[in-house]
């Protein structure tokens, strides 16, 4: 039969997706400003200490961004043997005594100067990328199961437990959308669920997490003070709020209000409405990054796409779920709003490549016949 031409598209980035990114970024810098604004004052005597320092990170996210966009997301393919390889060597260095950081019992962080990095950030998207090659060039279960166990098992020993899952996620993610056979998939799925929950049972603070979260009336001043705390948050926030500004948890009652537990102070301050409403943009972001993954041009694009969404969009989920106490907590950042530089950075590059492969998703439409 006659084969239909399609015309030939101007390759311009999702604009949607785009401004979907502006508004979680210019959202998140609101309240970073207003949940460490008490912490700010108290530890260095600026109330914008730590929004002062995001937007740093912000603008150059954007820079990378901006730039990622206009680069082809091929060279991510060409460079993603090196990429993992760099990011499995700063996670052993990470874990020594003389070059990582150690705070309240785990060891995340570099310092670069007078900057303090969290190479973990740095290693989803490594991994993402990776893990896209790979689909292009193999099927085999183990050619991504062992990539994924090297990761997750160097970042367990940090220990965090919080990026284990969602490195996980990611892996699953991609190995499913790489069109591999069901029963290798469940198969694999199954033996990182048994790693996982060995993890749990191998781990005191795990385990404490884990009881704390099925009965969190049991030690309120003690393993379970964060939690209950988060709850009394949203618990005040009601309906529609006490209002912007006005949380009474952000005032060093509630632990890493500016981070990991913003979305409590957020929920606090906007309520059940409000925080509806961000839960849509978030959806938005996803849908829109799925509707590029599923029209991507070539099965490396189309994987690692997921990945990225998978990786943002699942964060965000944990997150939120733990902080509404439908999963233990976790310990992880909410994507594009919890205080931290490498997050963020990583965040909007990742971002980029996903508007890249944008520019070209049409010609991922077979030609009908």
Avoid: C
Wanted: proline residues 4%; positive net charge; hydrophobic residues 55%.
């Amino acid at each position: 039969m006659r084969k239909i031409r399609l015309k030939k598209q101007k390759k311009t980035i999702d604009k949607h997706l785009f401004l979907v990114t502006i508004l979680l970024t210019s959202l998140g810098l609101v309240a970073i400003a207003d949940a460490s604004a008490p912490q700010a004052l108290n530890s260095f005597s600026d109330k914008f200490y730590f929004v002062k320092q995001q937007l740093i990170w912000g603008l150059l996210g954007f820079i990378l961004l901006i730039v990622a966009s206009k680069i082809h997301y091929t060279f991510w393919a060409k460079i993603a043997i090196p990429l993992f390889f760099i990011s499995v060597i700063i996670l052993i260095l990470v874990l020594t005594p003389w070059l990582g950081v150690s705070s309240q019992g785990a060891r995340r962080w570099v310092f670069v100067g007078p900057i303090s990095i969290q190479p973990s950030e740095f290693v989803k998207l490594a991994l993402a990328i990776y893990l896209a090659k790979t689909a292009e060039k193999n099927k085999s279960v183990l050619s991504f199961f062992i990539p994924l166990s090297i990761v997750a098992g160097l970042i367990l020993m940090q220990p965090d437990f919080g990026t284990t899952v969602v490195v996980t996620l990611i892996g699953a993610a991609q190995v499913f959308a790489s069109g591999i056979k069901l029963i290798p998939f469940f198969g694999s799925v199954l033996t990182g669920g048994i790693i996982g929950v060995i993890a749990i049972l191998v781990s005191d603070y795990r385990k404490e997490r884990v009881l704390t979260y099925l009965k969190y009336s049991t030690d309120p001043l003690g393993s379970a003070y964060h939690i209950r705390q988060v709850l009394l948050a949203l618990g005040s926030g009601g309906i529609f709020g006490v209002g912007l500004g006005q949380s009474r948890q952000k005032y060093l009652f509630l632990p890493e209000a500016a981070t990991d537990s913003i979305f409590a102070v957020i929920a606090e301050e906007v309520g059940f409405v409000g925080t509806v409403i961000l839960i849509i943009i978030f959806a938005v972001f996803i849908i829109r990054g799925l509707s590029v993954a599923k029209r991507a041009p070539d099965i490396f694009s189309r994987v690692l796409a997921v990945g990225i969404v998978t990786w943002i969009g699942g964060q965000a989920f944990v997150n939120m779920s733990s902080m509404t106490a439908l999963l233990p907590l976790t310990g992880i950042p909410l994507p594009f709003f919890s205080y931290g530089g490498s997050a963020l950075t990583m965040i909007l590059l990742a971002t980029g490549i996903l508007l890249n492969i944008s520019r070209y998703a049409k010609e991922g439409e077979r030609k009908r016949k």
